[in-house]
């Protein structure tokens, strides 16, 4: 097994040093993934996170697109540490989250059930409009 250690921080990650990379043997022959173990855990419950490249077009090589990878994971707005899985996918995730509170039909005291009149009568908000002090701001972290 190849261990790649990305920076000098020196913190454990189930007995590896933060910022270590699996990029060979237990990695996929023909595809570009890899294993990153980019956050110290408490009490040794950190777990390497798998990323699989599906589309790469700045043609980073794999040392860079790791390094790239680990550094994002310091850049979470949420956390003053490294966190397990790069932000841009966490982000995604709480906006995901809130989204569905404008998918789902309103449920209210009076009306919990949808009616039975045969068709799906369910309508989709329609998203607030965004305001000019929150355009350039990430407001769902």
């Not at 913190?11 to 990695?27: A, M």
Request: proline content about 5%.
């Amino acid at each position: 097994m190849y261990f790649h250690c990305l920076g000098n921080t020196r913190t454990n990650c189930l007995g590896k040093i933060t910022g270590t990379v699996v990029d060979s043997k237990i990695c996929h022959p023909t595809e570009f993934d890899f294993y990153l173990c980019s956050h110290a855990g408490i009490q040794g419950t950190s777990r390497p996170a798998h990323y699989h490249v599906l589309w790469d077009e700045n043609n980073f090589s794999a040392d860079e697109m790791q390094t790239l990878t680990n550094n994002l994971c310091y850049t979470y707005a949420r956390c003053t540490r490294s966190v397990s899985v790069v932000p841009p996918a966490y982000y995604a995730h709480l906006a995901a989250f809130r989204a569905r509170f404008y998918m789902e039909p309103e449920l209210s005291e009076n009306h919990t059930s949808k009616s039975s009149s045969g068709t799906n009568g369910t309508s989709v908000k329609p998203l607030p409009a965004v305001k000019e002090k929150v355009k350039r701001v990430m407001f769902y972290c």
